[in-house]
């Protein structure tokens, strides 16, 4: 018998699972009854496709079978699915792979109560076994092959791999369990109600075998004659499921917590799903869909690895989990299955991202989605929920999904200067509110909401009353926003670039004032050199010196700034255009001095506090607190 090592991930999540406060245990349970099902799918498929396995189990019938016994301290769990062979059981049992996994254990604090209640955020699969067990074993065989193997682990950091004997392909998970967890978990009554709570719906019938006393039915006669009855024990074998696919039923016989108890099946939470959408289509093609958006964003979701949330099956067999195609990747968040008439069994990957068929069922379920989530927004309170999980993955659909960009669009929400903290505006709204005139969606972009708000580029904006979007998500706004163009015909803005807001000056006051400040502006100019790309004087401020603004040309570079990094190729500078306000006593001053050293103390410091004032580092700190501090020497 070989000893292995645990990955370090898996250690550390075992070590939680071994020492949790976690109060819902139970679903230890639903989580190897899902694997179980889960083994089950990939040989009905493969029995379904394979040749070397289509005569083999040509009459075989997937199921699971659940025994306990009180005295052994055990609970076991059977399946006759593809099972493992040793390369299966230590990348599935000894090492994490799946990306949501590895979000998990990286979210971990190492606080035990803390990191209890993630689990109830995120299934742990197999591992959730060790909160109740003091050993696991797992003998499994694969279907095809000759050879059975033994895993063996008391949840420490490692585990023992073994050649054994097994007649039959699948999987046996032998738990035995701590003295404390017997009495709730080696019981008929318990078993049944957790499967009918979390695993009803499995699509195999499941058993619980048991032995049971029973008395011994005396004839009339036999009573008469004094006959006593003999108590014998049977042994039974009961199916304690439904064993029917729950998106095949009809909606009007399925509840509310069918349909949660499903979610919760295939999906490892452990809370109620935050919308269902159930949609049965016949036509052209013939397809069953059942989508979820869980309460809280899967953990993997920004990850580059996620796991895909969508179950294909053709005509209730199951073909694949893994598949991105199944779904646009902005709405990866969403859970649940496809079930199609009209796919061959033995559709391939290659053929699955070609098939017409399936885009025809991709498109129809993605304008399902987006116009339920539509209806979700009529109940500010939930809605509000769904966009502060959200809101980030549908802002990629815009730039994705071109066909559905105006749907996208209606169900975003934005921080605005109209909205307090905390509450967002849809653009429909923001239209509303804007005056007859105005035919423009103004943003700004940055990393800080506080930052943004207290932007010198918002005074004109206010002081005219025109409303401004707050992105604050700069990673994704300054890729995102440039090109959406327009929302119903209003052109989204970036006010860094645009003209100031009308302001109450002719076009003969604004040349007056820009020959009258021409020399300070070429000195300005002159004393920052290269580090700006032009100075000019502004309308657009009203109580700050100084602001930064770009052209059109360089927000675009700014924006793809992105590209050339994942590239790995140097990202062009941009160099911002430094705007000074006439009226500003500052700048009055400034003008009227001779001293070439003020001068351009003076021009950097507008140019820093420009930059502060938007978020940005200044370019050398140390020369602009020498700076700062003179000019405060000699003001006092």
Same mark, same amino acid.
């Given at each position: ?56 189990? *040509? ?65 742990? $699969? ?21 050879? #059975? ?30 003295d404390d967890e017997v009495s709730e978990f080696a019981s008929k009554y318990r078993i049944k ?19 049971? +006393? ?71 093609? @013939? %397809? ?8 809280? #964003?899967? /953990?993997? /979701?920004?990850?580059?690895? %996620? ?22 990747? %902005? ?18 990957? +290659? ?94 972009? $940055? ?11 918002? =005074? ?17 706004? @300054? ?20 003209? *100031?807001?009308?302001? +109450? ?9 820009? =020959? ?14 290269? +580090? ?23 927000a675009q570079m700014a924006a793809m700034a992105h590209m050339f990094r994942a590239m790995g ?22 003008? *009227? ?29 140390? *020369? ?5 501090t003179k000019i405060t020497a000699k003001a006092l």
């Amino acid at each position: 018998m070989a000893k292995h090592q645990f990955q370090t991930e898996v250690g550390q999540l075992l070590h939680l699972m071994t020492h949790s406060l976690y109060s819902n245990k139970e679903i230890f349970i639903r989580e190897l009854v899902s694997n179980s099902s889960d083994a089950i799918d990939k040989l009905n498929y493969l029995r379904l496709t394979d040749e070397n396995l289509k005569d083999k189990f *040509a009459s075989w019938k997937g199921e699971i079978n659940i025994t306990f016994d009180e005295k052994d301290k055990s609970l076991t769990i059977i399946d006759n699915g593809i099972g493992m062979n040793e390369e299966d059981m230590i990348n599935s049992i000894g090492t994490i792979a799946k990306s949501g996994t590895k979000s998990f254990v990286e979210a971990l604090t190492g606080d035990a109560k803390k990191d209890s209640n993630l689990i109830g955020q995120f299934g742990v $699969g197999f591992y959730s076994v060790f909160m109740v067990a003091d050993k696991v074993d797992v003998i499994s065989k694969k279907a095809g092959e000759e050879t #059975a193997y033994k895993w063996s682990s008391n949840g420490t950091g490692e585990f023992d791999l073994a050649p054994c004997i097994k007649e039959t392909n699948g999987t046996v998970i032998y738990i035995k369990l701590k003295d404390d967890e017997v009495s709730e978990f080696a019981s008929k009554y318990r078993i049944k109600n957790i499967i009918e709570k979390y695993s009803n719906h499995i699509a195999y019938p499941i058993f619980l075998n048991y032995d049971q +006393e029973v008395t011994e039915e005396l004839s009339e006669e036999d009573k008469k004659a004094g006959k006593e009855a003999t108590k014998k024990t049977e042994r039974k074998h009961e199916q304690i499921n439904e064993a029917t696919a729950l998106w095949t039923q009809p909606k009007a016989k399925l509840k509310d917590e069918d349909y949660n108890n499903f979610y919760k099946s295939i999906s490892q939470d452990s809370s109620d799903p935050m919308l269902t959408i159930h949609t049965k289509t016949e036509g052209v093609n @013939e %397809y069953t869909t059942l989508f979820y958006v869980p309460q809280i #964003a899967p /953990m993997d /979701m920004y990850r580059a690895d %996620y796991q895909s949330g969508i179950k294909l099956y053709v005509k209730r067999v199951f073909i694949t989990d893994d598949n991105r195609e199944l779904l646009p990747t %902005y709405l990866r968040f969403v859970r649940g299955i496809i079930d199609s008439e009209d796919l061959p069994l033995n559709v391939s990957r +290659e053929i699955l991202q070609e098939n017409r068929i399936l885009a025809n069922i991709k498109q129809s379920s993605v304008k399902k989605i987006l116009s339920e989530i539509k209806k979700l927004s009529k109940d500010e309170e939930k809605y509000s929920k769904f966009i502060e999980q959200y809101n980030r993955a549908l802002k990629e659909g815009v730039y994705q999904d071109f066909t559905n960009k105006d749907s996208i669009l209606e169900l975003l929400r934005y921080k605005s200067t109209k909205t307090e903290n905390g509450k967002m505006t849809s653009l429909e709204d923001y239209k509303s509110r804007a005056n007859s005139e105005q035919k423009a969606i103004y943003y700004i972009v $940055g990393e800080n909401e506080k930052v943004l708000r207290n932007s010198p580029l918002l =005074e004109s904006y206010k002081k005219n009353d025109i409303e401004v979007l707050i992105l604050d998500d700069k990673e994704i706004d @300054e890729i995102i926003t440039p090109t959406i163009g327009a929302f119903k015909e209003w052109i989204f803005t970036d006010i860094t670039t645009a003209e *100031a807001p009308k302001v +109450e000056q002719s076009e003969e006051e604004k040349q007056k004032i820009e =020959e009258e400040f021409k020399d300070i502006v070429s000195k300005i100019k002159e004393k920052l050199g290269d +580090e700006v790309k032009e100075v000019k004087v502004t309308s657009r401020l009203s109580e700050s010196a100084s602001c930064i603004t770009k052209d059109a040309q360089d927000a675009q570079m700014a924006a793809m700034a992105h590209m050339f990094r994942a590239m790995g190729q140097n990202v062009p500078e941009v160099k911002p255009i430094l705007e000074i306000n006439p009226e500003h006593e500052i700048v009055k001053k400034l003008q *009227a001095s001779s001293n070439d050293e003020l001068i351009e103390d003076v021009s950097w410091i507008l140019l820093d506090l420009a930059k502060i004032s938007e978020g940005l580092d200044v370019s050398d700190a140390v *020369a602009f607190t020498k700076r700062l501090t003179k000019i405060t020497a000699k003001a006092l």
